[in-house]
């Protein structure tokens, strides 16, 4: 790619999903000399780059580690759920309607522009100005650092979750110069709400991995899916009542009677690693299947080392790591570039992703159905209502128990409906649309056929 159609992809090592956010776009990422790569990829974290000066490391850390601590004492009786329920309740996200005026800055927003104007996020701004390029970011705090620093190019920001709190507006929402690409239309919504200028505003979709996509005409995608569908519907319900729909979708050349692979679950914990124990629940529930080959199950560990070593312990325990070591897998990479990279190849042969309802409810466009564990924070609930409305998921029914219940919705044909589902009315091609937009300028957004 010619040099000029490069951008800075800011993110921030915080959980996954402002960096799984950022990871499609490294194709068009670049650093200025003053910022030297320090993971092999050029996108840069706003809390981690090298030479962060270390009071703004520190700010960083404090609200890092504050987040993952509170998020796994959740369980914790008293203590744990009265912390959490503080920590929820500053970053709530007040009900959409009646729709209302939402511009007046929070406490939270007030904090942050207080911490900015003290100096916070000053040093890489400077940095990112000695060449301006497109800015785009997927968290709110370095579009504010931008905009208050003075940054010399465009600056856009992309939104991570189905809706958002005032948190992602600036301080002075109507005069801000800064872009939003949103996710979906009820973000564009919000955003407005909370003073934004409709102009500002891009309707991109979340960019989802291109190596699970193809292109525009989703080869990679198209084949997945037909191959999942398979898997999802070993009764031929849903396939033999929608056929028609589906060889509308995905042409008659993807359309096949034989997946190319067994039945496969991938259970995904989030940053905090608070819910590993789910996964081994699934295990246990499922051993009989994976013992006979008729299930492969991946557990993902993520870019959490303390995760990896429970789940490999845990699969010893059960003799798995001898018995069947091509039917249980665990994915991990030390760093997050490594773990994504995985993650998204592991998805290619994926036919029910089963996480909590976190950015990864995007990835139901990949025509994955999605089984929803318990969400944590408020953003959560309000990805786990979208992906109901759109009927590309359903809540987790007990987990020691899955043996008894997935059993049932396969052979009803359900999660396979939900597979097409998502592939119809969630935005896949956020990725494309945001690229397009920061490097030429056009606008470029999802089509209307998309819902909410």
Known sequence: MPEQLRAYIITVDMGYGHQR????????????????????????????????????????????????????????????TGLFGIMNYLQRIESFYPKR??????????????????GWGRDLIEKLNEEPLPFVTTFF????????????????????????????????????????????????????????????????????????????????????????????????????????????????????????????????????????????????????????????????AGARKDVFDYYQREVRRLHFDKKHAGHVRIIYGEKKSEYFEKFNKALLTTDILWTKPSELSFYAALGLPIIMAPGIGSQED?????????????????????????????ESGWLAQAAMEGFMNAPRNGAYHIEEVALTGRRSEIEDMHLL
């Open 141 to 300: 705090s370095t579009a504010f650092f931008a905009e208050e620093h003075g940054y010399k190019g465009e600056i856009y920001c992309l939104c991570t979750d189905t809706d958002i709190s005032r948190a992602w507006a600036p301080y002075a929402p109507a005069t801000s110069r800064i872009n939003y690409f949103a996710p979906n239309k009820r973000v564009s919504q919000r955003l407005q709400l909370y003073g934004v200028r409709p102009e500002k505003i891009f309707v991109t979709g979340f960019p989802l991995p291109k190596e699970n996509i193809g292109g525009k005409d989703l080869p990679v995608l198209k084949k997945s899916l037909a191959n999942r569908l398979v898997n999802l519907d070993p009764g031929g319900k849903y396939c033999s009542k929608y056929r028609h729909t589906i060889k509308h979708y995905l042409g008659a050349s993807y359309m096949t009677t034989k997946s190319d692979h067994p039945l496969t679950i991938t259970f995904a914990v989030g940053g905090a690693g608070a819910q590993r124990d789910i996964g081994i629940q699934i295990l246990d529930s499922l051993h009989e299947k994976i013992d006979a080959g008729n299930i492969v199950l991946n557990l993902v």
């Open 21 to 80: 956010a950022a990871y499609p776009l490294k194709d068009i990422a670049t650093r200025p000399a003053s910022i030297p790569l320090d993971d092999g990829l050029a996108i840069i974290s706003a809390n981690t780059y090298p030479g962060i000066p270390r009071v703004d490391k520190t700010r960083w850390e404090g609200g890092r580690t504050l987040y993952e601590t509170i998020s796994r004492m959740k369980k914790v009786p008293i203590v744990g």
């Open 101 to 118: 005026d939402l511009s007046a800055p929070t406490a939270q927003v007030k904090q942050i522009y207080r911490m900015i104007r003290r």
């Open 382 to 410: 309000f990805n786990r209502a979208w992906l109901h409305a759109i009927g590309a998921g359903f809540e987790q029914e007990d987990a020691r128990y899955t043996h008894e219940w997935l059993f049932d919705w396969l």
